[in-house]
């Protein structure tokens, strides 16, 4: 069964709006979750990564106020697309990463939030 | 330099058919290693990790060569089941954490 999940699972949105989205780690506490972008035929790309309680790091060339990251507990990280544009339209995945199973290598995806701006 | 690079495809086969796909990385830091498939419009699932030793789960086998920072996936008796997307993922050696994502190879199996 899905181990993270993400809510809303899609989004329409107008210009200039913001849009939250949430990222859940299910059975586990995840000490790090990741955000990633895909826009069509690419591959994910990292956006940031979230440590619980503390700022998120950002990659080269995401702007951190756009894309405001809050990672306030150790099952859930949101993600915030302020004042959205239509090239902001993309599919957003998240990943957490904690003691599982007594493993902690690997990354455990959500299903992902396909979000479009008209 | 892309940091990781694979088989641009995609690579269309019959069911039956061994495919194998090639990934190299730039960084010789790396230290994991990993192989995923994406099914369209979904996330990305662990296939396997890939290890120096190789490794081979069922149909799958792996394999690693640290020297020439070249990573391969091979399928056996494909099914119509394997057609998704495969993602080579290394991470970036200067975290243990963050990982990098390879374009993938699309794979079709036709029957």
């Known amino acids: 069964g899905a181990v993270v999940s993400q809510h809303p699972s899609w989004v329409i949105c107008k210009s200039g709006t913001s849009v939250k989205i949430e990222c859940r780690s299910l059975?586990?506490?995840?000490?790090?979750m990741f955000w990633y972008r895909q826009f069509p035929k690419q591959s994910l790309m990292l956006m940031a990564t979230?440590?619980?309680?503390?700022?998120?790091?950002?990659e080269q060339g995401v702007e951190k106020d756009k894309f405001l990251i809050n990672h306030a507990s150790l099952t859930l990280s949101t993600l915030t697309v302020t004042s959205a544009h239509p090239e902001d339209s993309s599919f957003y995945i998240c990943?957490?990463?904690?003691?599982?199973?007594?493993?902690?290598?690997?990354?455990?995806f959500g299903p992902g939030t396909r979000l479009t701006v008209l | 330099r892309k940091e990781v690079e694979q088989d641009p495809g995609p690579f269309n086969v019959p069911e039956g058919a061994t495919v194998a796909f090639n990934c190299t990385y730039s960084?010789?830091?790396?230290?994991?290693f990993f192989w995923y498939r994406q099914d369209c419009r979904k996330e990305p699932k662990l296939l396997m990790s890939?290890?120096?030793s190789g490794n081979e789960d069922g149909r799958f086998t792996a394999q690693l060569n640290r020297a020439s920072q070249y990573i391969s996936l091979l399928i056996r008796d494909s099914k119509l089941s394997d057609s998704a997307t495969y993602l080579c993922?290394?991470?970036?050696?200067?975290?243990?954490?963050?990982?990098?994502f390879g374009p993938g190879t699309s794979l079709s199996v036709i029957p």
């Open positions: 890939v290890y120096s």
């Open positions: 979230s440590n619980e309680g503390s700022k998120a790091t950002y």
């Open positions: 960084n010789s830091a790396s230290q994991s």
């Open positions: 059975d586990f506490q995840a000490t790090t």
């Open positions: 990943s957490a990463r904690g003691f599982r199973h007594r493993s902690y290598n690997e990354q455990f």
């Open positions: 993922v290394v991470n970036d050696g200067t975290s243990y954490d963050k990982v990098i």
